[in-house]
């Protein structure tokens, strides 16, 4: 097997675990944050610096890459690692949630999905075949199936064709996989669909895990959902994901979901949401997100987290990096991106730590105290 | 005195100095070119970077600075060394090459120049005392003095005036300083003007040499001329300037002006044009400058400039960026920037040790063999 999951540790008050994932590019420390590199970059950040972040492994995308370069450009290359120079553990995602995000632009069959491209709006067809054969090419370490996903809110009927069609493809993911050998170094995981329907989760769960999948991920949250709504789908469906395996909640990222996802049993989470509300001059802090362009930062010599060993923080003041965004410099959005990032991988260190010390519930007692939505 | 300068070696052959630039904040090598960071910041680059690039002193803007975010601001920081978290030297300009530049919305009398703000509109008065104020409030290693530039091209009687005038205010500006007392530290140079006329530079030049300032700058070239009437210029002006003080080439940074500008005996060059082709896509080889947006790069696996040891060339290929600039990523504009700000590090190293083993001569030689206007 490509990756195996190693527990160090389980919570006896949560479903929160700490583990140890072993991929042949290295060992990646669970719960863990990756970033998100859409088009073979975290956006605006060096391979150096995503390292020095403590970034364990990023993720990018099956549909951008395919589009632009093209899978062939990134083969021709060695593979996405060389290609965009990070030598640790990449993630792709199957380009599912992508399609589906195209509206109109897509339709939808049993055999896959007919898109127009977003950028030239040229016609391309996505099935599982085919997106095995792209996800080969790009060479990532874990690979993704290709499913369906379903809007928020959506009727039952819908949901549950969505489900039972994700899981015909995720064993038509499986036997092309098998067919044509390419690349079997790399781990291909089964993504549960269902929506906000319980029952449909449990049955989507069971269809994956009758194939044995080496990780499983959760799709379909966050998708415009609340947090509570998410957080009890979860409740319901953690527990019965196997123990051995990696659980992946995909598209999850603000630091208090993050601490409800560990506490709940997740290994894994993506987001672009650290680095996109960086490039809008959002920064987080302890006690929630604030606005960079704010006119109270405007004499603040503190950095954007007091709290915060990195970069930015350790050397540049609120005052400074909110001049840059008024004046829109790079700079500005490079630094609050270092700043967001760290903050995250930091977390992740933190809720580590607290399982392994049996401390994790008085840690999400503490985060709540000061964490604010604003 | 803030700054001196030894010389280490001159060249036999041409007007060539190898030298050494002390300051309260470091020692600069000279020849030297410096990056520009016009809002306090080189664009798109971390104070790290450039320290790593072997960046030796960057520029920055009063006129920029001056309307944001406010000299007071960048004061209550301590300074603009602090501001912008640079601790090597700084020099900034006087205002009047960007004043000069808003053409319609300013207005020059012997008080100063009237002007518009470029963001808002609002109205402002330079004179050379208000500038002397805002740069020691600043706190730049090195000043510039307020000085009015002219078009090319110009008629003799209006370059004659604008020199006249610089030559007056540039004695107010001195007279300010003494008056104030305010940040003795700062070295003032004189800026020379005189357009494309040889017995105005020569008169501007003299009567800024009565003046004795700590440094003698050539503005008002590189203003739309011929690089060939430039090199006559300075042909004609250089060897006048003081043997014992830095001489400083305004606005000037292409390759190959920096190679004739050195074998000239200019000691220091700034240019805002590295950096912005780099975000435009241009990178610079030593057969000239290249477009990475260009389909013959597609898959070319090479670095940007193969001789380089820069960042990006050690770690990424020539298809890479070329997909980050198609893809709008801004990891691309930050590896074309680092690259050519490197390419000209490099080169002036190359130049300071050729002057030292005296063989500028042949260096100059074989870098016209390869180097392309494109």
């Excluded at 769960?205 to 998410?230: C, I, R, T, W």
Aim: hydrophobic share 40%.
């Amino acid at each position: 097997m490509a990756v195996t999951l190693t527990l160090l540790k389980e919570d006896a008050r949560s479903g929160a675990r700490r583990g140890r994932l072993r991929t042949e590019r290295g060992v990646i420390e669970t719960p863990v944050f990756m970033p998100v590199g859409t088009q073979a970059t975290v956006k605006a950040m060096t391979p150096w610096e995503l390292e020095r972040l403590g970034v364990g492994i990023v993720l990018s995308n099956t549909y951008h890459l395919y589009l632009r370069p093209g899978a062939e450009v990134v083969a021709a290359a060695g593979g996405l690692h060389r290609f965009m120079g990070w030598d640790g553990p990449i993630l792709t995602d199957s380009g599912g949630f992508q399609v589906f995000s195209l509206g109109d632009l897509r339709k939808i069959t049993e055999e896959g999905v007919e898109f127009r491209s977003h950028i030239d709006g040229s016609r391309h067809l996505f099935t599982p075949e085919r997106v095995m054969e792209i996800e080969a090419a790009l060479g990532a370490d874990i690979i993704m199936a290709f499913d369906e996903c379903t809007a928020y809110p959506a009727e039952r009927l819908q949901v549950k064709e969505a489900a039972e069609r994700t899981s015909r493809w995720a064993e038509r993911c499986l036997a092309a996989r098998r067919n044509s050998g390419r690349n079997p170094a790399q781990a291909l995981f089964g993504i549960v669909q269902g929506g906000m329907y319980p029952d449909l989760r449990r049955q989507s769960l069971n269809d994956l895990m009758s194939m044995d999948f080496p990780g499983y991920a959760v799709g379909g949250l966050s998708v415009g959902e609340e947090k509570s709504l998410m957080y009890e789908i979860l409740d319901g469906l953690v527990p019965l994901m196997p123990r051995d395996k990696p659980r992946y909640l995909m598209g999850v990222g603000s630091p208090d979901c993050l601490v409800e996802g560990v506490w709940r049993g997740i290994d894994m989470f993506d987001c672009v949401l650290p680095t996109r509300v960086a490039r809008n001059g959002a920064f987080y802090c302890r006690d929630g997100r604030r606005a960079i362009r704010n006119a109270q930062y405007k004499e603040d010599w503190r950095p954007l987290d007091p709290e915060c060993d990195c970069y930015a923080c350790t050397r540049f003041s609120r005052a400074y990096i909110r001049h840059l965004f008024m004046s829109g410099e790079i700079l500005g959005l490079r630094l609050a991106t270092i700043h967001n990032l760290r903050f995250l991988t930091r977390l992740m260190e933190e809720l580590r730590q607290a399982i392994e010390e049996d401390a994790l519930e008085e840690y999400r007692r503490r985060f709540f105290l000061r964490w604010k939505e604003r």
